[in-house]
């Protein structure tokens, strides 16, 4: 193997499969270490040989070793970084592209640093598409090892061709261009994914937001009776739209200025299901978007949007039912009032 073109792969699931189809289709060899045992079958398909364990993926892989890490963040990444420190040998390399706290990135690298092995914090963004479409890459560490895996990253990342370039810029497509940049320090490129992250929320809760004031543009029509319990709907008349709410999304993707990726998978899974019934309204965070809100209560810097993103979806999780539950108890106390039903 070319120890420049080899590349060991720790997580197999969707994101670290597809980083591995991109990886073998740029030409380099990969080894995918990962406890699910379909992985052998689907490493296979992909042209990737796996190793049974991590030991066993050191062995296989020529030194200098590049090992990447797609698992989950937290207690999961730590306990595989600590078990690769204790098999890796001076000069390796050590690649987390999960969604880690950039804090938990800092301490990576200095505890890797003391065995001489380099540690790169890789924000990867392309989901469950990046096999496709390629990874955005934004990328933490030493300025002279993200320089010298260059390769790797161009055979993953989109390319310039990928969007139009923008005005202004002449020459060679720098880095950015081509989808990847090294932003800094180690924890830099995490601490830019979290923040890509953060802003995903509130893109995502605006996109929602709009679209379930328009499904609900017909309340005139549906009202129920007034009450003590229940303000009036004031202007009826005002609220009699039965409008599409998949072609109105359609639409939107042609020309309007919030036209985008995440519209466009907006406009296919409503087409494929237009009440979206396969769907719970329930909607996880997995951390960045607190990470981002915390970031910037310690900055001082105002980002209301993302935090009431974040909160939403906690209301999403059930964590607004007690919310409820109090503020009835009270209405209850203090003016006898009722509950109505939902």
């Known amino acids: 193997m070319d120890t420049q073109r080899s590349l060991g792969m720790v997580g197999f699931g969707r994101m670290g499969a597809g980083l591995t189809k991109r990886a073998i289709a740029a030409g380099m060899d990969v080894v995918v270490v990962d406890p699910d045992p379909q992985t052998p079958q689907r490493a296979q398909s992909l042209g990737a040989s796996t190793a049974a ?15 990447w890490i797609m698992v989950p963040a937290g207690s999961v990444t730590d306990s595989v970084i600590d078990d690769l420190r204790a098999v890796l040998a001076p000069g390796d390399m050590i690649i987390d592209g999960g969604n880690s706290n950039y804090r938990d990135d800092i301490s990576h690298a200095q505890k890797l640093g003391e065995n001489g092995i380099d540690f790169l914090d890789v924000g990867t963004s392309g989901g469950v598409w990046g096999d496709e479409r390629g990874f955005c890459l934004m990328i933490g560490g030493p300025a002279q090892r993200v320089e010298q895996m260059a390769d790797l990253w161009d055979a993953l990342a989109p390319g310039s061709d990928a969007a139009p370039r923008t005005p202004g810029r002449t020459g060679d497509p720098s880095p950015a261009e081509r989808g990847w940049l090294h ?24 996109y929602a937001e709009g679209l379930s004031i328009l499904k609900h543009a017909n309340i005139g029509r549906v009202a129920g009776e007034s009450s ?29 200025v919030i036209g985008s990726w995440l519209l466009d998978l907006t406009a296919g899974a409503l087409a494929a299901d237009p009440q979206l019934s396969a769907f719970s309204g329930r909607v996880s965070d997995s951390g960045e978007g607190r990470w981002t809100a915390i970031a910037a209560i310690e900055e001082g810097v105002p980002a209301p949007v993302i935090t009431a993103a974040l909160l939403e979806r906690f209301a999403t999780q059930g964590a607004d039912v007690f919310t409820g539950q109090i503020l009835s108890a009270m209405r209850a106390q203090f003016g006898g009032h009722s509950e109505l039903p939902g």
């Open 228 to 256: 003590a319990e229940r303000a009036p709907l004031a202007n009826p008349e005002y609220y009699q739209y039965e409008l599409p709410i998949p072609e109105i999304a359609e639409v939107w993707r042609r020309g309007s």
């Open 53 to 67: 364990s991590l030991a066993e993926l050191v062995e296989a892989l020529p030194a200098p070793r590049t090992v």
């Open 183 to 206: 932003c800094g320090p180690s924890g830099a490129g995490h601490f830019v994914k979290m923040v890509h992250n953060g802003i995903e929320y509130a893109l995502m809760a605006a």
